[in-house]
């Protein structure tokens, strides 16, 4: 343990380090004239990037998944500009002193609730918000928002007797719709727990990446979406807008020149205990990190026994003196191998369970299972491969039928040969399951991109979070380490009978 903290804070203190000596000797950007050939960031799924290209000119984009790396990554000096709703940046800007807002890119552009194509709810929503349109009532909501982010939230305290609206949102966009307590909080939930209220629907919220909210609205995985999407021409083709709940600015951002007096610094280990605190201790969000590992463990685990369940079945058909057997097997193993597991578990959840209730965990180890599977057979065929053919011929020679050869001769052998790789292959699996996020499930590296978001402090929930993976693989690989001393029969103990 006390290694462990020595190497954090040996970390800690390069990277401090390494950030503070970086500098740029560019010219300061005063107006939007000055960003053509420059690094400019954006979000994934917006508009964003074509606005800049029709606006500004030629730059270089860095697309980004949530407006806090944009930030991040502008305060760090990666990018030199950002561009993003004023809404978002007002919030930035009064919290870090580093940065400014530019420019307006353009003035006003409305902001909807995305629903599916045709959907009967439109007709619903529509006098609902223009009516609070027409009331600033939203206006209102973003003013108490950025004014103290703290603001309590209401809470559903109607019946819901016509149904639930399952609502899809980022939970990353402070001060629109961020996690507070645990809990979204934001401009966006309490606008939509006040059309709940008017519809008398509970509302159900899922928190997922901003480039997968209309691909879930399209497949019917939620029934609407709020995220400060502006309406467009091209998604209006594909999606339906409800009126504009409000009108917002589209601006540049960058960071401010450095001031000539020097800042008062606090000691390192001052900073570091309340980086710490920022990161676990407020809202206590150290349950959250607990809930994000439960999921983790919860796909690692069942995603592995079900893949060696899965790989033992592929691998008989793949052996099958049928050649329709092996062929297809083989087929199937191709195909799965020469995909992206993030495509596969997209066409899971987007295509193949599109009129699916089941939840995206549910998603998540079917996909991980079919993937883990497919290699874990072809390295428990290779293992069987290696075994002398003459052990088969030994056990049929002493009376052993197929099945009894099979198990008790060549699976035993062949454990010993494929066991150390599938270890390997397993502890893969387990890391590639941080990528689950894109289809709407909440696992570690999710709640520290949740927590980034409002400590806007990348150390502490990124070391958390590779910490707990590599005691996750630790303790598996343990296991897997025990699995394999039962299984050689050079480290079992044995007793001769009678002696």
Not at 169 to 187: C, I, R, S
Not at 316 to 345: D, N, Y
């Amino acid at each position: 343990m006390k290694k462990l903290l020595l190497y954090l804070i040996t970390l800690f203190c390069i990277v401090s380090l390494c950030s503070c000596s970086e500098s740029r000797e560019e010219t300061a950007i005063q107006s939007k004239q000055d960003l053509p050939g420059k690094q400019v960031g954006v979000i994934t799924g917006t508009f964003h990037d074509q606005l800049v290209l029709d606006s500004i000119g030629q730059v270089e984009l860095s697309y980004f998944q949530s407006v806090t790396e944009i930030v991040l990554a502008l305060q760090k000096e990666k990018i030199n500009a950002a561009i993003f709703e004023l809404i978002n940046a007002t919030r930035f800007t009064k919290k870090y002193t580093d940065i400014k807002i530019l420019e307006k890119i353009l003035p006003t552009v409305p902001q909807a609730i995305g629903l599916k194509k045709g959907s009967p709810l439109k007709a619903e929503l529509d006098p609902i918000i223009e009516q609070m349109f027409n009331q600033g009532f939203y206006a209102k909501l973003v003013e108490k928002w950025i004014s103290n982010e703290e603001s309590e939230m209401p809470k559903q305290d109607w019946e819901g007797k016509n149904g639930t609206l399952v609502v899809g949102t980022t939970g990353a966009m402070p001060p629109t719709n961020f996690y507070l307590n645990n809990e979204l909080a934001g401009a966006d939930i309490e606008l939509v727990f006040a059309i709940g209220k008017a519809l008398d629907k509970k509302i159900e919220f899922v928190a997922m990446d901003f480039n997968a909210l209309m691909p879930a609205l399209q497949t019917g995985k939620i029934d609407m979406c709020i995220a400060g999407i502006v309406i467009t021409e091209e998604r209006s083709q594909i999606i339906d807008f409800t009126h504009p709940y409000f009108e917002s600015a589209i601006i540049a951002m960058v960071k401010k020149e450095p001031s000539n007096a020097k800042a008062a610094k606090s000691s390192f280990f001052g900073e570091l205990k309340a980086s710490f605190h920022r990161t676990f201790i407020i809202e206590s969000r150290w349950k959250m990190i607990l809930d994000g590992l439960g999921v983790t463990l919860i796909l690692s685990i069942l995603s592995g026994i079900f893949g060696i369940l899965l790989g033992f079945i592929i691998c008989l058909f793949r052996r099958s003196k049928l050649k329709i057997s092996s062929i297809t097997s083989a087929v199937f193993i191709r195909i799965i191998q020469g995909m992206p597991i993030l495509v596969l578990l997209m066409i899971l959840y987007y295509v193949i369970f599109v009129h699916s209730n089941i939840s995206g965990i549910v998603v998540a180890i079917i996909g991980f299972s079919i993937n883990f599977g497919v290699y874990a057979s072809e390295i428990m065929r290779s293992g069987m491969d290696a075994v002398d053919k003459g052990q088969l011929e030994a056990a049929a020679a002493l009376g052993y039928n197929r099945r009894q050869s099979f198990f008790k001769i060549l699976l035993p052998q062949a454990a010993n040969h494929f066991i150390p790789v599938l270890k390997g292959e397993f502890i893969s699996m387990v890391k590639m399951t941080s990528v689950v996020g894109y289809i709407a499930v909440v696992d570690l590296t999710k709640v520290s991109d949740i927590i980034r978001s409002r400590t806007m402090e990348a150390f502490f929930p990124l070391i958390a979070t590779a910490i707990l993976y590599f005691i996750i693989a630790l303790l598996l690989t343990r296991i897997l380490v025990l699995i394999e001393k039962k299984t050689d029969p050079k480290q079992r103990h044995r007793k001769i009978k009678g002696v």
